[in-house]
């Protein structure tokens, strides 16, 4: 079983619309959560971190559902640029210190 | 920003040669640096956590002969892909954590990782 699931898309939607990506983790032990987005060939760069509390960021809203191990990201009025592939990362512990944990990644197309 | 850079950006190679990778943290200090291996469409795997002036470790399956990653101070690491095949060919990426400075000396950041570009390895 996979340590961070994600349904891979990809997801096409038009310009303006609302999408939601979801994510589950299998370590209840997980410290932290973050949506990292990677657009093609390039490095993965930090979107947001994920707060027991949701967070909001512009058009960008996160929520952690500790209970239910489920980690979602909304993302509003979706624009071009959006589209990238979005990844899900959990922070775990490991007998080197703390690592990241990466989804496999949720591709959005946002077309004209 | 932090930033990381990593060289060569793309290499190319024949079998059987060995690739050296280097990253490097331009504006702070990385006790830690990860490797990551990222094969087309899938996400990022981690290799081996490398810490300034020990051993790195090796994530299960990854052959700590064949990945050699050296952590001299405390702005470089290398990778160096010994004696590559066809199957190497990938993205390796690293990322590096800053050090927070403390009464006891450095330490790692809590959870904060800055990534590099990434490396392109084509082995024919």
């Known amino acids: 079983r996979k340590e961070v699931e994600q349904d891979p898309g990809p997801f096409n939607v038009p310009e303006g619309a609302t999408v939601a990506f979801n994510c589950t983790y299998s370590n209840s032990a997980s410290q932290s959560f973050f949506w990292y987005r990677q657009d093609c060939r390039k490095e993965p760069k930090l979107l947001m971190s994920v707060y027991s509390s949701g967070n909001e960021d512009g058009r960008f809203t996160a929520q952690l559902n500790r209970a239910s191990q489920y980690i979602s990201l909304l993302i509003r009025d979706s624009k071009l640029s959006d589209s990238a592939t979005y990844l899900c990362v959990v922070n775990e512990w490991n007998n080197a210190g703390n690592m990241l944990t990466f989804g496999g990644g949720t591709r959005l197309m946002v077309k004209p | 920003g932090a930033v990381v850079s990593q060289h060569p950006s793309r290499v190319i190679c024949k079998s059987g040669t060995s690739v050296k990778i280097e990253c490097r943290s331009l504006d702070f200090q990385a006790t830690t640096m990860f490797w990551y291996r990222q094969f087309p469409k899938k996400s990022l795997m981690l290799m081996a956590t490398?810490?300034?002036?020990?051993?790195?470790?090796?994530e299960q399956g990854v052959e700590k002969d064949k990945f050699l990653i050296n952590h001299a101070s405390l702005t470089l690491s290398t990778l160096t892909v010994t004696s590559a095949h066809p199957e190497d060919s990938s993205f390796y990426i690293c990322?590096?954590?800053?050090?927070?400075?403390?009464?006891?000396?450095?330490?790692?950041?809590?959870?904060?990782?800055?990534f590099g570009p990434g490396t392109r390895l084509t082995v024919l």
């Open positions: 990322s590096a954590r800053p050090a927070l400075v403390t009464t006891g000396g450095l330490s790692s950041s809590y959870n904060e990782q800055f």
């Open positions: 490398s810490n300034e002036g020990s051993k790195a470790t090796y």
